[in-house]
């Protein structure tokens, strides 16, 4: 069984940058697909970033796209996510969840495994 541990989020202002880690341990993390989601108070757990198992295939939500950045490590059993150019629309618990697959999946029943979670805040 493999456990992610989140690490990176806090409070910033808007138009500021935060990087979000997500450390992997417990199941080979380069056989599979990484995610980054997120949730606002009193909305449901959306899909904010996900990479294939090579990293070379990423999706971005379309409300951070060209602001956003998910890179993985394998060597490190590590996955990042860069957040640039922050909004208070933003502010979210973030957490990062291990796929089924080796394949990207944008869905959340395709992920088996979930990390705790990182508050993010953006003020204005």
């Known amino acids: 069984q493999v456990q992610l541990v989140e690490s990176g989020g806090g409070l910033v202002q808007a138009g500021g940058s935060l990087r979000l880690s997500c450390a992997a341990s417990?199941?080979?993390?380069?056989?599979?697909?990484m995610g980054w989601f997120r949730q606002a108070p009193g909305k449901e757990r959306e899909i904010v970033a996900a990479a294939d198992w090579t990293g070379g295939n990423t999706f971005y939500v379309d409300s951070v796209k060209g602001r956003f950045t998910i890179s993985r490590d394998n060597a490190k059993n590590t996955v990042y996510l860069q957040m640039n150019t922050l909004k208070p629309e933003d502010t979210a618990v973030y957490y990062c969840?291990?796929?089924?697959?080796?394949?990207?999946?944008?869905?959340?029943?395709?992920?088996?495994?979930w990390g705790q979670g990182t508050q993010v805040t953006v003020s204005s």
């Open positions: 969840a291990a796929g089924r697959f080796s394949y990207l999946t944008k869905v959340t029943g395709g992920y088996a495994t």
């Open positions: 417990g199941r080979a993390f380069s056989a599979y697909a």
